[in-house]
């Protein structure tokens, strides 16, 4: 956000619509109808940044937007990466060209091709055309610069496009870096974490609601122990479920489950937690679907670094849900997961328990959560073997 000033004259945080961001696309757009010399140093501008992300920064995302730029139909990304590399490495030096591109490469290359560019004559307001949206790929019409050196490399010409099956295996290849991805974020005020993870599985059904119950998580090496519970006949605690074995994995039940997760650093365990989690586990068969709700009941006790003290997580709620894919291709993925998870690790307040940990713990591993826990759990979630 920028801090300007209103049309009233008062101070203000909020972007006017001038100066809200443009998605990426209908900013390309927008250079190529630049009037007169204005489009070549822009056109230089988000040739470097593009290029400077996919090469050096090996952001594959940015592929499309970059060929949408030059104005080049790209049949392979891999292949688009290469030629790229391979057009800026011609210019340089023999002795310089084993090492990796920098971005001062890039800059030097799109520039020193914008140096070497006769100034255009700027047209008139009269001869200038009418700004309308342009259709992809119309634009380039020279061919110089990044763009003549990527079809010298790629064998293409502005006549001769990818192929209709190119552009099908393109499309299929960029589709990952469209999709989703798994994200781990932090509230800054609560430090409560949120871990959001998409996945697709191709296990059948019945094998994925048998390994998505959560009585069938461990013993396993995150969950050494795991098993559904029910309140002692006083409630004040809990006990194993004398039913729960023979009861069938994958199918509904509601209740509460003790689970004992363990992260370890090689051999060495680092931290432990002893909780108890409302489960609510639906299954529908008909639908294929699978929903589980979970929250945590509460914490038993933790250990960290082999120091045990009471408590340790004073939030864990989240779901897993699952959905087929329509249509899945033959051998692909056949359903669709999500797995979202909240926690935050309680802090000591004080240290009138013996043993404790030291004062300030819960916040050293809620200020490490979206990291360990996002990777641990995209571990789990990604593995899903059949």
């Known amino acids: 956000m920028f801090l300007h000033t209103d049309p009233r004259g008062e101070a203000s945080l909020a972007l006017p619509p001038e100066m809200q961001p443009l998605p990426l696309s209908k900013a390309i757009d927008l250079i190529h109808q630049l009037p007169g010399g204005r489009t070549e140093e822009a056109l230089a501008s988000a040739q470097f940044k593009l290029a400077s992300a996919v090469v050096v920064e090996q952001r594959d995302e940015f592929i499309p937007h970059l060929a949408h730029l030059l104005g080049i139909e790209v049949g392979n990304p891999t292949a688009f990466r290469r030629a790229l590399i391979a057009s800026i490495r011609d210019t340089m030096p023999g002795e310089l060209q084993v090492r990796p591109l920098s971005h001062d490469d890039i800059r030097n290359f ?16 009269a001869e200038q055309a009418p700004v309308v949206p342009l259709i992809y790929p119309t634009y380039p019409t020279r061919e110089k610069g990044l763009r003549k050196a990527l079809l010298r490399v790629m064998g293409l010409t502005a006549e001769a496009p990818a192929p209709p099956e190119a552009q099908a295996r393109f499309a299929v290849e960029a589709a990952p870096l469209l999709a989703r991805k798994p994200e781990s974020t932090v509230d800054l005020n609560t430090l409560v974490t949120t871990v959001d993870i998409p996945s697709e599985s191709r296990c ?7 390994t998505l119950d959560p009585r069938s998580w ?9 098993f559904q519970v029910q309140p002692t006949p006083d409630n004040r605690a809990f006990e194993p479920l004398p039913t729960a074995l023979e009861t069938l994995r994958g199918t509904d039940w509601h209740g509460v489950l003790f689970e004992h997760v363990e992260w370890n650093w090689n051999t060495f365990r680092v931290a432990s937690f002893r909780n108890f989690l409302n489960i609510d586990y639906v299954v529908k068969e008909p639908e294929q679907t699978i929903d589980m709700r979970f929250s945590l009941f509460s914490c038993e006790g933790s250990e960290l670094f082999v120091v045990s003290f009471d408590r340790g997580i004073d939030v864990d709620v989240g779901f897993q849900t699952v959905a087929p894919i329509p249509n899945p291709l033959p051998g692909g993925a056949r359903f669709r997961l999500q797995t979202v998870k ?19 713990s819960g916040q050293i591993l ?15 979630v990604k593995k899903l073997y059949c």
């Open 110 to 125: 799109v520039y020193r091709d914008l140096a070497n560019t006769a100034p255009t004559e700027t047209p008139s307001p």
């Open 218 to 226: 461990g013993p396993s090496p995150f969950w050494p122990e795991c």
């Open 204 to 210: 059948d059904f019945g094998v994925l609601a048998r």
């Open 366 to 380: 809620s200020h490490l959560a979206p990291v360990v826990v996002g990777l641990w759990m995209n571990e789990l």
């Open 342 to 360: 909240n926690i935050r690790y309680s802090d000591l307040l004080d240290r009138r328990t013996p043993s404790l940990a030291p004062p300030g």
